[in-house]
């Protein structure tokens, strides 16, 4: 793709306590113990200036109301005390990322601060420390050529968030502060496939250390996207490898179509002015047959519109699969202004919105047909908000692409989330003294950092395939792996591996939730099956029971699938003598219609291989009886 510049930011979560206190780094399932409430005040940062994204929030006056765990969180998340001194864990694990990527640390590492005013912080600010940059053997190969390294930073996680209303925003605390590297490349990637490999590299050096957390959630990736002629676009939070081409591709559709309606809008000669107005239209709306808007109207909102003259057909216009220009617009209304949505033009009629009354509309805009207008549904001072930010984003299609901050979206669409943040966003952190780095990098002399190649080829040589290698990697089972071969000397490794990758894979697609085993639990079942004390068969059994006890005691679920020596005799005993003229006239040839019968009720409980001796012992013993 000509033109195309990507970098990423790689946001991953450390396997260690939390950064700046001593909090453990863990996500809790309750609802929290208590909930404190902040507003925030907009001061000007250390160099003087006011950041666009500070300002930005100012537009918004909200109440931001924070989720504290009494045994998990303390004075410093919810900033009544200063930060501790960094967790030296974090630092370490940092370095050695740092290290395994050929990267230059820096001599004194500096705690800074970096505007946030979404309320994610309840400092305001996210505290971020640059660890190493990228020197020159800082690349990462890939199939389509090198992409160098340019920084790691070490950071705090930020708060959960947890509900959005229109005039507050609750947190979670339990997230905020946990350690984060974050990896930034230049921006050398060329193609959206390139990104992911990209992606998927790093991930691996990352889980290699071992010392990284794993899970939904614990690693992201922020893309940095622009094409010629475009503009630069922050896209924050993917975190399935899988959709970043996705992402990419479809963020390059949306910023060519939006130069196509640029060139078209230019073509119809349309210039900022005719972008604009405001009037009421409730008593116009009142009018609409049954539907939302007719509602809102009943139940005393007020309706709003602005015009956009010749501009009828573009607002309508597709940019990404399901989204339009309108879609945008759209968003810049809600975050602004938090109304729902808006209602343009090129949708009508609808909701109960006929023809006669688009005609009405437009009369009342004094606009024509080839005019386009949008629509909002508020009180008077949401709706001036909300229709000058639709204002705003519609005059800057007439230049271009505004540079954005967009969140990723499930399907691999993006949409506006605030706009691109200042270059003024950060300044020091006094409270917390810079550490130096040379007594880590001393403790550090002679290291050799096992890089993913190493691991795999470990493994392979315990006679599993590359693939079953690169799973175990993968889904981060190399230690678990390696305790259960070193201590089952029956089993097949490539039953053990396939248990912990294959069948993990299929029970977690249909829903069993195999996250929750604890891996001690998980090897006691193979070492069950290593012993004979469970079939093989009996295993993909017990694994979905322990999912839904994770706690339970192994030995007891495992006799539920289990048959004892003397149940295995008894049952072979009733199926040979109710079977017994069968016997009598075929002989050893009933063998395999007898086997069938034992194992309708014998299957996932005993080997095979157990009852088919024990079978035709027992056959054999019937039959020379008979004979004598
Ligand atoms: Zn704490």
């Given at each position: 793709m000509k033109g195309l510049k990507v970098g990423l930011e790689i946001h991953q979560r450390l396997k260690t306590h939390k950064l700046f206190c001593n909090c453990p780094s863990m996500?809790?399932?309750?609802?929290?113990?208590?909930?404190?409430?902040?507003?925030?005040?907009?001061?000007?940062?250390?160099?003087?200036?006011?950041?666009?994204?500070a300002r930005f929030e100012l537009l918004r006056q909200r109440k931001f109301l924070y989720g504290i765990y009494f045994d998990e969180t303390c004075e410093v998340e919810v900033d009544e005390s200063p930060p501790l001194e960094m967790n030296r864990e974090a630092i370490e694990i940092a370095i050695r990322i740092a290290k395994m990527l050929n990267m230059d640390v820096v001599d004194e590492i500096h705690t800074m601060r970096k505007i946030v005013v979404d309320g994610s912080n309840t400092t305001g600010f996210q505290r971020t420390a640059l660890i190493a940059i990228g020197g020159e053997d800082s690349v990462i190969r890939t199939n389509q050529g090198e992409v160098r390294i340019?920084?790691?930073?070490?950071?705090?996680?930020?708060?959960?968030?947890?509900?959005?209303g229109s005039d507050f925003v609750r947190y979670k605390l339990d997230r905020l502060g946990i350690p984060l590297v974050e990896i930034a490349t230049h921006p050398d990637i060329k193609s959206p496939e390139q990104a992911k490999e990209v992606a998927l590299r790093i991930g691996r050096i990352l889980r290699a250390t071992g010392k990284v957390m794993r899970g939904i959630g614990t690693i992201r990736q922020d893309i940095n996207v622009s094409i010629e002629g475009g503009a630069r676009q922050e896209i924050k939070g993917v975190q399935e490898p899988d959709l970043i081409p996705v992402v990419i591709s479809r963020e390059v559709d949306r910023q060519l179509n939006l130069?196509?309606?640029?060139?078209?809008?230019?073509?119809?000669?349309?210039?900022?002015?005719?972008?604009?107005?405001?009037?009421?239209?409730s008593d116009v709306l009142k009018k609409a047959e049954k539907g939302f808007v007719r509602k809102a109207i009943d139940s005393g909102e007020s309706a709003f519109a602005i015009y956009a003259r010749r501009m009828r057909g573009l607002?309508?216009?597709?940019?990404?699969?399901?989204?339009?220009?309108?879609?945008e617009l759209a968003s810049y209304?809600?975050?602004?202004?938090?109304?729902?949505?808006i209602i343009h033009s090129d949708e009508l009629p609808n909701y109960g919105i006929s023809s006669d009354l688009v005609a009405e509309i437009r009369n009342r805009l004094g606009i024509g047909e080839e005019d386009a207008f949008i629509l909002v549904i508020s009180d008077r001072k949401t709706a001036e908000i909300a229709l000058k930010s639709v204002a705003d984003r519609l005059k800057y299609a007439i230049k271009g692409i505004p540079e954005e901050t967009r969140r990723a979206l499930e399907d691999g669409n993006t949409e506006f989330m605030r706009p691109m943040p200042g270059s003024a966003r950060m300044y020091p952190e006094?409270?917390?003294?810079?550490?130096?780095?040379?007594s880590f990098l001393e403790a550090l002399e002679g290291w050799k950092p096992e890089f993913p190649e190493d691991i795999i080829g470990r493994l392979i040589s315990y006679g599993i395939s590359r693939d079953q290698a690169e799973e175990i990697f993968d889904e981060e089972k190399v230690e678990l792996f390696e305790r259960v071969s070193s201590l089952c000397k029956n089993l097949s490794k490539g039953f053990?591996?396939?248990?912990?990758?294959?069948?993990m894979k299929y029970l977690r697609r249909e829903g069993v939730k195999v996250e929750l085993i604890p891996e001690s639990k998980l090897a006691e079942v193979l070492l069950l099956v290593d012993q004979g004390a469970l079939a093989k068969e009996a295993v993909e059994s017990m694994i979905r029971d322990l999912a839904e006890s994770p706690y339970a005691d192994v030995k007891e679920i495992a006799k539920r699938y289990s048959m004892s020596q003397e149940e295995l005799e008894k049952l072979i005993d009733d199926v040979v003598s109710s079977h017994r003229d069968e016997l009598m006239k075929i002989g050893e040839k009933a063998f395999s219609m007898l086997m069938g019968e034992v194992m309708k009720k014998a299957r996932g409980r005993v080997d095979g291989r157990i009852v088919s001796s024990k079978l035709r012992e027992r056959i054999r013993k019937e039959v020379s009886q008979e004979a004598l």
């Open positions: 996500l809790m399932e309750r609802e929290p113990d208590g909930w404190v409430m902040r507003m925030m005040g907009i001061s000007r940062s250390e160099l003087g200036s006011v950041d666009p994204a340019a920084t790691l930073c070490l950071e705090e996680e930020s708060a959960f968030i947890a509900e959005t130069l196509r309606i640029r060139d078209e809008i230019s073509e119809r000669g349309i210039v900022e002015e005719d972008i604009g107005g405001f009037f009421e239209l607002i309508g216009r597709e940019i990404q699969p399901g989204r339009r220009l309108g879609t209304a809600k975050v602004f202004a938090g109304v729902k949505g006094t409270d917390v003294l810079p550490v130096l780095s040379y053990v591996a396939s248990t912990l990758t294959s069948m």
